[in-house]
Each structure stands twice: as C-alpha cells, then as structure tokens.
C-alpha cells in the first residue's frame, strides 16, 4: 500500500537535547514515532500497526535499540505492533506502556499510566495527559516540547467520536490547547489537507489558516509530511479549538439551525456533525486560498 508520505519528516531535537525523535510512515496514513533518549540511546515506539517489520528495519538501520512500546489507545492500528513483537519473540524483554483504564485490552502490558503519571524513555522523563473522546482510555504524553496525542488532535481537526461524548473531547483538546507556544503536535495520522479544507468552509476570513493551507499544499504535493505542527498553529487554525471566533458561529448556525451553540462543548460538538457529513470534500481546489 502507497503511502501519502512519500517524504518523512527529518529527525528532531527535544527537551532540550534529551531526546531524538523519529517518523515513520507505515500503512497508508499511519505515523510511527520512535522516541529516543540521546544519553542512553534506550528508545520507545510509540504506536504502530500489526506490522512491526518496517519499524524494526528503520531501527536497525540507524542503530536505535528499541527498549518499550507506548500505546495512546486500543485501536488495531496503535496497539497491532505489540502483538508483531510478541510474534517475534521480542516484546517480552520491552517495557510496555498504556492507560490503566484499559490496561486489559493492551498485549503485552507491564506499565500502567494515567492522568499525571510520569513517563520514562531512558533518562528522559515526561508526562501523561487523560485524553478521552476518541476512545475510551485515551492518553497523550507530553516530553517537554513534544507531544505524542495519537488521534485526540490532529494537524488542524481531531479524531473521530467512537465513545465520545463531544463534551470529553472538547475538554481533551483544551488540555492540549493549553500547552506552551512551541510544543510539537506529534499526531498519528497525515490528516492535515481534508481537515484544512473543512477549516476554511467554516472560518474563510482567518488569515493564518489560509497561509496554513498554502504551505501544507506545497509540503504535500511534494510527498513531504505536514505533520508534526506547532500547539500555537493549532490554536490559530483547528477550527475545533476556535469555538468562540465570531465567523465560525455565523456559518455554523448557518449551517446547522437547530444546533445548540451556547457553550464552547455544544460549539464543538456541531462542529464535529458537521464535518462528519463530509460535505466539505466537494469544495474544489479552486476556492482555496492556493
């Protein structure tokens, strides 16, 4: 299967030098993070689906010894990894990290997390962030300036409501919102063009989302990934943590009469029905600010 990444993201720097982050696109959307510690070299895999062999070739061929496996979420695409290393005999001598809220649903499991529990890859040590909507159990973790959110936030949208409801989501995604100008959004899938083009149906006068679409177009058409952003991007352009700009009401009472608009949970709950109608995709190339 082609992926849409043609193009992955070059290694970063974080924590200030602690730790060496890694992409790997896999499937067709996918993004695998390998989070590495600079001093001790120790590494984690931070979901991945039931293919483990195009991580595991990544990790050899630049030397990164693999030594746990954080899990965001129960979704077959982000824990499918722990059960390849299983198969391969290599998951047992690994440390496996996952929410102690569905503990019982992760292989493999010997580290419990949940909201405020620390979070070590080798001497690098970062946090973890209840981040529930998506998916019952949900989790972030946050290592300083970088932020691994599976399928809470995306690159300008949010992922789908499978257990919801909309008000734990919302409130999910303002934890997040909240995080320090800089902190890289680490998310778990190249979702970032359909969101735009949602993005500008329902907030056409923002400035910053049309320079956004602009770049991640040209990053895109040239295979190259749009992911990781930045939190204070996501807070200028993800129309679902923009609740209250005067444009997005004005369409979306517009568009959806009968919706509750109230509080900032029942904005973002019409939202969410309504890019979840998919109209949006009929909106051409052409009435993008390209």
């Known amino acids: 299967m082609q992926h849409v990444v043609t193009s992955p993201s070059e290694p970063f720097i974080a924590m200030g030098g602690a730790l060496e982050v890694h992409q790997i696109p896999v499937w067709q959307d996918n993004l695998v993070w390998i989070a590495v510690c600079t001093e001790t070299r120790a590494a984690a895999v931070i979901d991945g689906p039931p293919d483990a062999d195009t991580v595991l070739a990544y990790c050899e061929g630049r030397g990164i ?32 990290i996952g929410p102690e809220k569905v503990a019982r649903m992760i292989p493999g499991i010997t580290e419990v997390v949940r909201e405020g529990s620390p979070v070590r890859i080798g001497q690098a040590v970062g946090t973890t962030i209840e981040t529930e909507g998506h998916l019952d159990g949900h989790v972030s973790y946050v290592f300083g300036d970088v932020l691994f959110c599976g399928d809470t936030m995306f690159g300008a949208g949010c992922g789908y409501l499978f257990d919801g409801p909309p008000e734990l989501m919302y409130a999910s995604l303002l934890k997040l919102a909240a995080l320090p100008d800089g902190t890289r959004v680490c998310c778990a899938h190249e979702y970032t063009e359909d969101n735009l083009r949602f993005a500008w149906t329902i907030e056409p006068d923002n400035e910053e989302l049309a320079q956004r679409i602009a770049k991640v177009w040209d990053l895109r058409e040239r295979g190259r990934c749009s992911v990781p952003s930045r939190i204070e991007v996501e807070r200028a352009t993800n129309p679902f943590l923009r609740t209250g700009s005067p444009t997005i009401l004005h369409i979306l009472s517009r568009a959806m009469p009968d919706a509750d608009l109230d509080t900032g949970a029942d904005v973002f709950a019409a939202l969410r029905r309504l890019k979840d109608t998919k109209r949006y995709r009929k909106l051409p190339d052409e009435k993008l600010p390209l």
Do not use: F, Q
């Not at 030594?67 to 440390?95: E, F, P, Q, S």
């Open 65 to 96: 010894r693999l030594t746990a496996v954080i899990n965001t979420h129960t979704h077959g695409d982000h824990i499918g990894i722990n059960n390849a290393l299983a198969d391969k005999g290599l998951l047992a001598d690994m440390r496996v």
